[in-house]
């Protein structure tokens, strides 16, 4: 089946992916559809807790400091372009969701509420019921999306970019039914999200497979910055997936860390990465799984946290108590696809915008609370240089590691990513790998890569992570007759792509590090590391 050509196809359905489709469907009146693999509310964005991070009152809070605290948190490694219209123009577009019908909490006032999180000087986070921030954010766009967009594609998974002529045209997808189309499009906007279930413990839904990402990297498409992976700290160490989290806002709040002599033994409003790092190094030296956060000492928690209370209901838990069994959770990934600072990336007519994208923001390491924000702020870039003729990628925000050449500040050039085993077709396309098998070929690589290329990285672990990544795409056909073989080949190329990425940087900065180099390196290393591997076979469209 072959639908009719779309001014912009939408991937994803998530806060990036929404507002996209909104604004360009509602403002610029484009033929607009959406595509996602699973149903419209079903994205990352619903999981996301704390809130948005902007500067929206006038008080002592201004946009240079949430720049400060961003490019702090990152490591030496944010653009400080991208992270300026991030901060400038936050604000704008949280109005605007507001102005959709998002209702965030205020205060008797009326005036929106602000909770400080970890890395932020001040309190500038806003948030919607206590801590169901995105899942109020998603409703709103999702019931803009259902009264604008021309076409929804749902329960249809991406296969791989259509690229003709050297720019991207559309997709091929494998439909609810099990076959093939193409869908068309002047343009294509990967909003498809991050890769949270590369490893076993995770925050991130069972869609987060990083499909984006694994079809740019077939097609050539210029990716960077992924071995940047933030653990969040506090996940509640509990069997579901995935974990609950236990929102930074509680630390926010006053909640403490313990470990398991009931010492505390960080300053819990650190950045993520410090926090995550303590806690790891802590329960190895202690020989434990979990440590504790401690939350008894908060007022009103039903009250303030009412989704989170219900979570620990539900695990039969009561904050006002007991200690929070917590442990470190894969949470977001820091880079991915490139792009200027309207989204663009090195394909023409494909485009990036939220967690998929690398646009320089978040650096080494994302500060709290900027992801939703980075996701509304891009994919409004995006809809308006689409709508004004762009056509290719300019050399600004983290484009500039790729177009710049030499001349470049900071790039690790010279080092593309040689995997033709994990991009070679594994079998005949035509046999199916039994579902039990699948599942089990993707707890293993989970496991295999939490235990590899986790919080803490060796070389030597790192060769081997890659090696499991390698073997788990050769026991898949390619292309996959099934979303989840789909799925776990999508994985699998991510996670030889993120390891081999980790071992080239031979140093200790932000989300990523290294025990055999525990460092920081500005001089080899404060470098943006560039993955453009060659187009493969497997992913000719």
Known sequence: MTTEPLDLLVLGSGVAGLSAAVRAAEIHGMRVGVLTKGELHQATTRWAQGGVAAVLHDDPDSTDLHLADTLAAGAGLCDADAVRVLVDEGPGRVHELIALGAMFDRDEHGRLELAREGGHSLPRVVHAGGAATGAEIERALVDAVHRTAAV????????????????????????????????????????????????????????????????ALRAGVAVADIEFVQFHPTALHHPSMPRPLLSEALRGHGAVLRDANGERFVDELLPRDEVSRAETTRMLEQGVDHLWLDATGLEDFELRFPTIAADLRAAGLDPARDWLPIAPAAHYLCGGVVTDLDGASSLGGLWAAGEVACSGVHGANRLASNSLLEGMVFAFRVVEAIERGKLEAEATGAMRAVLDGDGAPGVIRGRPVDEPSV???????????????????????????????????????????????????????WPAGSPAAAELRNLARLAHAMSFAAMVREESRGAHTRQDFPDRDDQRFRSRLVLRPPVSQAGAA
């Open 152 to 215: 929804l594609h749902e329960n249809t998974f991406a296969l791989e970019l259509l690229v003709d002529g050297g720019r991207c045209v559309g997709i091929e997808a494998l439909g609810p039914d099990g076959g093939r189309y193409q869908v068309r499009a002047s343009n294509v906007l990967l909003a498809t999200g991050g890769a949270g279930q590369l490893f076993a413990v995770t925050t991130n839904p069972l869609e987060a497979t990083g499909d984006g990402i694994a079809m």
């Open 423 to 477: 991009d070679a077709a594994g079998g005949d396309a035509t046999e199916l790998i039994e579902p039990a098998g699948v599942a089990r070929l993707r707890d293993r690589l989970q496991r295999r890569m939490t235990e590899l290329a986790g919080v803490i990285r060796t070389g030597s672990s790192l060769q081997a992570a890659m090696k499991e990544a390698t073997a788990a795409a050769a026991a898949v056909p």
